[in-house]
């Protein structure tokens, strides 16, 4: 009906089956998950270590920033929180995982 078109197709014999090789098949998939380690789950554990650690070498008196971008001084260091001084006589309770950047000494003082 339609072979003035399209010509038609007739089947030919199949090629002897051959297992194709396990590995050939899933190597792009290794590839995948490789490329997935290094450029994506790698960078962010790095990362996760390095805010961890910055976390534990907070001391009463740093100065640093919080996620909401509050800048204030540390007076007291409890076990998840920290009591964080933003003015004179204003001291708020956050989370020790609010903490952005800890500044250097004397930044606060040029604000």
Do not use: H, W
């Amino acid at each position: 009906m339609l072979d003035f078109i399209f010509s038609p197709a007739f089947a030919q014999a199949a090629a002897p089956a051959t297992p194709p090789n396990a590995l050939v098949q899933f190597a792009p998939l290794v590839v995948l998950f490789v490329l997935f380690y290094f450029l994506l789950i790698r960078p962010q554990m790095k990362r996760s270590k390095e805010q961890r650690q910055m976390i534990e070498k907070i001391a009463k008196g740093d100065e640093l920033v919080l996620a909401g971008g509050l800048a204030g001084k540390v007076v007291n260091i409890g076990e998840l929180y920290l009591t964080v001084e933003v003015a004179d006589g204003v001291n708020v309770k956050v989370q020790k995982s609010a903490v952005t950047s800890v500044l250097p000494k004397g930044t606060l003082k040029t604000l």
